[in-house]
């Protein structure tokens, strides 16, 4: 190609507009250059051309490793570029056989755990990737709704996801081990906070993006209300500040949930609380505000006032007296000189300590607003925010020991951490924060042990001729006498229960008995059941059915990534994943033959 007959700083400046895009869109015209000329590449070379594309490609980073990169590399932005590219796709081949062999599932997801957020947005981009149309809502601008399908996609999806929440989650439980090591200064109440919704798989710097952002709107606000924000002015006032604050937050959304809404599980999550939850909580809000005011230079934390959690704001300098604020209501702040006579109109004694609470004190109080609206149990649509809800409280509660043995019981139940959790931080970050704690260490040991133990796969399970099974894994059904609808996941040939269990479902007084196949279900509201063939009734996969099972089940994406949907010909079914073929080397030939002679009464 002739050389353009454009000068190297035109050029230069032409590329500078080029629009970066998370999925490298505009990485691509760049590359090109690089391969077109002398001229286009020396332009597509210079560093600060690529600034803007690595920012917005890769927001995330292990700190230290971003750190020696610019070191190492003299801040060259295309350099940056393409060590973090090589690292993408050495992340996406362990990916690829972390979907396909499933025997070692595993330790492929250990290694992607320890690549940690330098890894992030490759693997966040491969856990919004489309996915087969009947496990879409078709919504308009839904994350997967839009692209081809790669091969495995709900698989891939569901493995990507899982190395993204262990990453999450450990670094949320590295952050509270800070309390329980007793270095309570070094970690905020914002930081604290913000970690819960680690537990949801959800980013800490993308709420503190979003934080930022809205001090920044917050920061708009307050100037075209005329408040005066440069202190050294004579008009400059904490309090005009501080009530001006919580009006922006009225205007944004962000007030007290009615009655009907207060006890729920979101409610104690900052990335819910940011969007469809900004009705929320005391602490919620009070986090919120202590947020925006610390970016507007106002130093603010969350104080436990009697019943409810306030925002105390000290004194600036010592001509002035601190105060406190109800985040929740209108009313105007109490000055610390007043708090002894609020008291007293409470009822209350005034000696009672009214003190600023950091980290460790209102984490333990999220932890209680959490457990308290699991036990109501107002908001749950499926078991997974409740799953996730004991997580988040066994994790606090072991680290910041109560007077209850609330921790233990979770950590005995079904607490439904993934295998991927219980080979990185459950093993390697929180066991060794309990090392004070030997009883501690060996539950979540032995719970780790249990989950690890499930996810085996089993001896493969072929279908001999005369297997007695007549259903197979992936099979939709209707139990006959409770009607619950859910999906096989495992036959056995016959009952394998304990006797006890045999005894108490009174198994022996069902028409086959103990003898006849029986099948792990997972069904629609979240639960799994070992049910008997006599009481299994075959229906067809709606939509409506598919979402609600692999919304409550999780689990499902790694044993299934497809359906099969029914016709005039024949019933629809599951389509297994590699992991379930493995174990079920037989059901998807049987599935198949069987599915194309029956419908549904025959």
Same mark, same amino acid.
């Given at each position: 190609m002739p050389e353009s007959p454009l %000068?190297?700083?035109?050029? =230069?400046?032409?590329?500078?507009?080029?629009? %970066?895009?998370?999925?490298?869109?505009?990485?691509?015209?760049?590359?090109?250059?690089?391969?077109?000329?002398?001229?286009?590449?020396?332009?597509?070379?210079?560093? @600060?051309?690529?600034?803007?594309?690595?920012?917005?490609? /890769?927001? +995330?980073?292990?700190?230290?490793?971003?750190? #020696?990169?610019?070191?190492r590399l003299n801040s060259n932005w295309r350099m940056m570029y393409a060590e973090r590219r090589r690292l993408d796709r050495s992340a996406l081949e362990i990916l690829e056989s972390m979907v396909t062999e499933p025997d070692v599932?595993?330790? /492929?997801?250990?290694?992607?755990?320890? &690549?940690?957020?330098?890894?992030?947005?490759?693997?966040?981009?491969?856990?919004?990737? @489309?996915? *087969?149309?009947?496990?879409?809502?078709?919504?308009?601008?839904?994350?997967? $709704?839009?692209? *081809?399908?790669k091969p495995h996609a709900i698989t891939r999806r569901f493995c990507a996801t899982s190395v993204l929440e262990a990453i999450s989650k450990g670094f949320a439980v590295a952050l509270w081990g800070q309390f329980s090591l007793g270095n309570t200064a070094v970690v905020t109440f914002e930081d604290s906070h913000t970690a819960l919704s680690c537990f949801f798989g959800e980013s800490p710097f993308d709420i503190k993006f979003a934080l930022d952002g809205l001090a920044h709107s917050c920061r708009d606000y307050l100037i075209g209300q005329s408040i005066v924000l440069d202190q050294n002015d004579a008009g400059y006032s904490v309090i005009d500040i501080c009530l001006a604050i919580r009006q922006f937050m009225r205007s944004q959304g962000f007030e007290l949930a009615r009655p009907d809404r207060f006890i729920r599980i979101?409610?104690?999550? %900052? +990335?819910a609380c940011l969007t469809s939850h900004k009705q929320t909580i005391p602490l919620s809000l009070v986090y919120f505000f202590t947020s925006i005011s610390h970016r507007l230079g106002i130093p603010a934390y969350p104080a436990g006032f009697p019943g409810r959690v306030f925002a105390h704001i000290p004194p600036l300098n010592p001509r002035e007296d601190?105060?406190?604020?109800? =985040? $929740?209501?209108?009313?105007?702040?109490?000055?610390?000189? #007043?708090?002894?006579?609020?008291?007293?109109?409470?009822? &209350? @004694? @005034? $000696?009672?300590?009214?003190?600023?609470?950091?980290? %460790?004190? &209102?984490?333990?109080?999220?932890?209680?607003n959490i457990f308290q609206a699991f036990r109501e149990a107002v908001d749950m649509s499926g078991s997974l925010r409740a799953r996730i809800a004991l997580q988040t409280i066994a994790c606090i509660y072991l680290l910041l020991p109560q007077e209850i043995d609330l921790p233990f019981a979770i950590m005995r139940g079904e607490v439904a951490f993934s295998a991927v959790d219980c080979v990185t931080f459950l093993p390697n970050t929180l066991v060794p924060l309990l090392a004070s704690n030997p009883a501690a260490q060996a539950i979540v040991g032995d719970a780790c042990r249990r989950v690890l133990n499930r996810r085996n796969i089993d001896t493969p399970r072929p279908r001999p001729h005369g297997t007695r099974a007549k259903y197979f894994v992936g099979l939709v059904i209707e139990h006959i006498r409770h009607h619950g609808i859910g999906c096989i996941i495992q036959w056995e040939p016959k009952c394998m229960a304990s006797e006890e269990w045999i005894e108490n479902m009174g198994v022996d007084r069902l028409k086959g008995g103990r003898d006849q196949p029986f099948y792990k279900v997972f069904f629609c509201d979240g639960t799994e059941r070992y049910i008997a063939e006599v009481n299994i009734q075959p229906i067809e996969p709606t939509k409506q059915i598919v979402q609600d099972l692999f919304r409550n089940h999780p689990d499902l994406a790694r044993l299934f990534e497809d359906v099969m949907p029914g016709s005039q010909s024949q019933m629809g079914?599951?389509? &297994?994943? *590699?992991?379930?073929?493995?174990?079920?080397?037989?059901?998807?030939?049987?599935? #198949?033959?069987?599915?194309? +002679?029956?419908?549904?009464?025959?």
């Open positions: %000068p190297l700083d035109i050029l =230069i400046r032409i590329l500078c507009q080029l629009a %970066p895009s998370a999925k490298n869109d505009s990485v691509e015209t760049l590359v090109a250059f690089l391969r077109t000329s002398v001229l286009f590449r020396e332009a597509a070379s210079f560093s @600060p051309v690529w600034k803007s594309h690595y920012q917005k490609r /890769y927001m +995330h980073c292990v700190t230290a490793n971003e750190n #020696e990169r610019i070191k599932e595993c330790d /492929y997801g250990k290694a992607l755990v320890g &690549m940690s957020f330098d890894i992030w947005d490759t693997l966040r981009l491969e856990a919004q990737a @489309p996915v *087969p149309p009947i496990f879409s809502n078709g919504e308009e601008g839904e994350e997967g $709704s839009d692209g *081809p399908v979101l409610n104690s999550y %900052p +990335h601190g105060f406190y604020l109800d =985040i $929740s209501t209108e009313t105007g702040p109490i000055l610390e000189g #007043e708090v002894s006579a609020r008291l007293m109109a409470h009822g &209350m @004694p @005034p $000696s009672l300590p009214l003190v600023p609470r950091n980290g %460790p004190e &209102m984490l333990i109080r999220a932890a209680g079914r599951l389509v &297994m994943s *590699p992991r379930t073929q493995a174990a079920f080397p037989d059901d998807d030939r049987y599935g #198949e033959k069987w599915v194309k +002679h029956h419908r549904m009464g025959n």
